[in-house]
């Protein structure tokens, strides 16, 4: 009920204007942003692959329904990307590209002309590029584009959410050698009739998708921060004999740092998912959702500040 309501809030104009203006809102929310401009993007990623860790840069900002916003969001990629090779961290650092962002809510063609941009891009600083999986209207879509982008561009990564109900099935449709798979909970609002909405039946699916994708030939990318899950995903490396460089742990900026140095000190590749621009409200309401953990965190904060 309390992950409906947060997802709920997050499309809610009134629900943002009291957030966006409560006080002490912004310290929060510096914890899982790393800023707003390219500047200190950069700097974050440089920071974190300083440490041993991987990097995925996500600019926030969604739902675009104006081609000459899609356009600016294009560039924006394109600009964030040269920085990166320039300053050498294409190796270490990739960029994560929301569909909707680029074109995809009202023009499908548009969206993979414009992905197509954003992937040469990465390619010339020696990186790569992973869609992200949105609401769950856009699977088949986002889906189909990550198909046509793997004929010039295979390395691109494709996106799976536990939460939806056709998960494992798609899993084992990517779970084919050279191919990038990351797999999250998921963290948007859906139907029971598409999607599992009690906790224990979102955790059990991602147990069956992990195991598809780590006995697969592909490249898992595995999202999340629970204990007992990581520990099942250590356990699947030895079974399937998987070298630490055939997979990778994957956590948000400013959630369990500690825990991902512990792994990437072991010898495990760990990449941080690193949010960054001025339009933060929909990102920061889904990572309340996510855990509970995160809302205890902000209802701290402000009580605390008050």
């Not at 707003?36 to 739902?63: K, Q, Y």
């Amino acid at each position: 009920m309390l992950r409906q309501a947060l997802l709920a809030a997050s499309r809610s104009g009134g629900a943002r204007r009291v957030v966006e203006t409560a006080p002490f809102t912004g310290d929060v929310v510096r914890r899982f942003i790393a800023g707003e401009t390219i500047e200190d993007a950069t700097r974050v990623t440089g920071e974190l692959t300083g440490e041993g860790l991987l990097v995925t840069l996500d600019v926030l900002g969604e739902d675009t329904h104006d081609k000459g916003r899609a356009e600016a969001n294009v560039e924006h990629y394109v600009e964030l990307l040269e920085r990166l090779g320039a300053a050498g961290l294409g190796t270490r650092a990739e960029v994560s590209l929301k569909l909707s962002a680029i074109g995809q809510t009202f023009d499908e063609d548009l969206a993979l002309e414009n992905a197509k941009r954003v992937c040469a891009a990465a390619r010339s600083a020696s990186t790569t590029v992973t869609l992200d999986m949105e609401e769950h209207t856009t699977v088949d879509s986002t889906l189909g584009i990550v198909h046509e982008l793997r004929r010039d561009f295979p390395d691109v990564g494709a996106v799976i959410q536990s939460y939806l109900r056709r998960a494992e099935e798609h899993c084992a449709e990517l779970a084919y050698e050279g191919s990038r798979v990351r797999l999250c909970k998921g963290a948007y609002a859906a139907p029971a009739a598409v999607a599992f909405t009690d906790k224990d039946e979102i955790d059990k699916s991602y147990v069956r998708c992990m195991k598809v994708l780590m006995a697969g030939k592909g490249y898992p990318m595995l999202a999340t921060h629970d204990p007992r899950l990581i520990d099942i995903a250590g356990a699947l490396s030895i079974l399937h004999e998987r070298d630490a460089d055939t997979f990778e742990y994957q956590m948000l900026y400013g959630i369990r740092p500690q825990e991902q140095r512990r792994l990437a000190a072991q010898g495990a590749q760990v990449r941080v998912y690193v949010a960054y621009g001025r339009e933060w409200y929909q990102y920061f309401m889904r990572r309340l959702a996510e855990r509970p953990a995160n809302l205890r965190f902000f209802l701290r904060s402000v009580a605390g500040r008050a």
